[in-house]
């Protein structure tokens, strides 16, 4: 009997490229997230940076000009960690996105493998029902040719 070929094997390679392919879109999109996350946490390290140096420094008697530059230095990183913070939100949304089409492929490809692994199970059921008959009608020719021999050692 020829070799066991499953015919939706090219579908479910191409179900488990897509996978593989949303899965590196995922990796992508997470991989921004982390940049913008380190982002914000160096603008908020500036920030305590930046406040305590001008606290350190009034203390010790800053002139007026530069003390008035560390707040607007403060609100512009603030305004870049709020951005950082929104473009994150955004990308959980395309990470939601990504995984719904991820579970959606896996249970795709789940169902594929469970039919191939039923197909493969019914082969294998012919395959051996085949070597079965097969083993049966050896034994019926043994039978056979035995009663034969028998007959002729009776008969001649």
Do not use: C
């Amino acid at each position: 009997m020829r070799k066991f070929k499953f015919r939706l094997q090219s579908y479910l390679d191409l179900k488990i490229a897509e996978k593989k392919n949303l899965e590196y879109q995922l990796a992508a999109i997470l991989k921004e997230v982390y940049k913008h996350r380190n982002q914000i946490n160096f603008d908020e390290g500036a920030i305590k940076y930046l406040l305590d140096k001008l606290n350190s420094s009034l203390s010790a008697g800053m002139l007026a000009g530069i003390a008035s530059a560390v707040p607007d230095s403060v609100s512009i990183k603030r305004t870049n960690i709020e951005l950082h913070e929104r473009s994150i939100e955004e990308l959980n949304i395309e990470v939601d996105k990504v995984k719904k089409k991820l579970y959606q492929k896996e249970a795709e490809i789940k169902v594929l493998e469970e039919m191939r692994e039923k197909k493969f199970k019914e082969y294998k059921k012919k395959i051996e029902k085949k070597r079965e008959e097969a083993r049966e009608e050896l034994t019926q020719i043994r039978k056979f040719y035995q009663e034969k021999e028998e007959w002729q050692k009776l008969n001649g």
